[in-house]
């Protein structure tokens, strides 16, 4: 089950991070429409088909990557109380009722979708420049296949976890915000109590110095007044 986990973390963080950089192209393809539509008065008859391309295909390709990361939005503020093994059975239900017959039915429809595009090479209907879409109804089939497979891993996850009382940790590449500042927050909360178990040492050492030289001074005062 390790082996197959790691992976489908592995497959699901190479597709997430090489379709990440789709966000480059929308950003340059937007900019570059907003540059000549309102400093030429030349909008292009492209921009918005290249935008919601891009961006629907990161969606839906990041889909797995952020799965494998535990970045999914849930009910934390339920969930954060149960034990790891409470939530590992939750989890396991749930993935069987809900994520693989949903993942399962957008596998089968995209694929429909995505046939029919093919056979006629679809193209879109947002403008006349008559960008093709068959390839980005494609993208539903892969997302599915890719969330299917990462899916099987999240389940060996919670089955591990039930047999032994803690999760497996996802790779760090990714982290909500807040479970960023907490981690700040615990790391200097340890930082001032290093800090302040050293200076009550460093205290205790300097009284019990001042304690010996005090003891030392009466002992040769006590001396000099006997002789």
Not at 97 to 121: C, D, M, N, Q, T
Not at 179 to 192: F, N, W
Request: glycine letters at 8%; charged letters at 20%; aromatic letters at 14%.
């Amino acid at each position: 089950m390790l082996g197959y986990i790691e992976f489908a973390d592995r497959l699901s963080a190479w597709f997430g991070k090489a379709f990440a950089w789709l966000i480059m192209v929308m950003a340059i393809g937007v900019g570059y429409e907003v540059v000549v539509r309102y400093g030429f008065n030349a909008p292009t008859s492209w921009a918005f088909d290249l935008s919601y391309i891009t961006y629907g295909t990161l969606f839906m390709m990041g889909g797995a990557y952020t799965l494998s990361r535990g970045g999914h939005v849930r009910g934390d503020f339920i969930y954060r109380l149960w034990q790891p093994r409470t939530q590992a059975r939750v989890e396991l239900v749930l993935y069987f009722l809900f994520f693989f017959p949903g993942v399962l039915a957008l596998i089968i429809s995209g694929w429909k979708y995505a046939e029919r595009s093919w056979r006629y090479l679809e193209v879109s209907v947002n403008s006349p420049a008559g960008i093709p879409v068959f390839q980005f109804k494609t993208v539903i089939v892969a997302a599915g296949i890719l969330l299917f497979l990462q899916g099987i891993a999240q389940v060996f996850r919670c089955i591990i976890c039930i047999r032994t009382g803690e999760w497996i940790e996802s790779a760090e590449d990714i982290e909500e915000t807040e479970v960023q500042l907490a981690r700040e927050r615990h790391k200097q909360k340890k930082i001032d109590q290093d800090a302040g178990h050293f200076v009550s040492d460093v205290s205790r050492d300097d009284a019990q110095g001042l304690k010996r030289e005090y003891r030392e001074l009466n002992q040769n005062s006590s001396d000099e007044q006997r002789s």
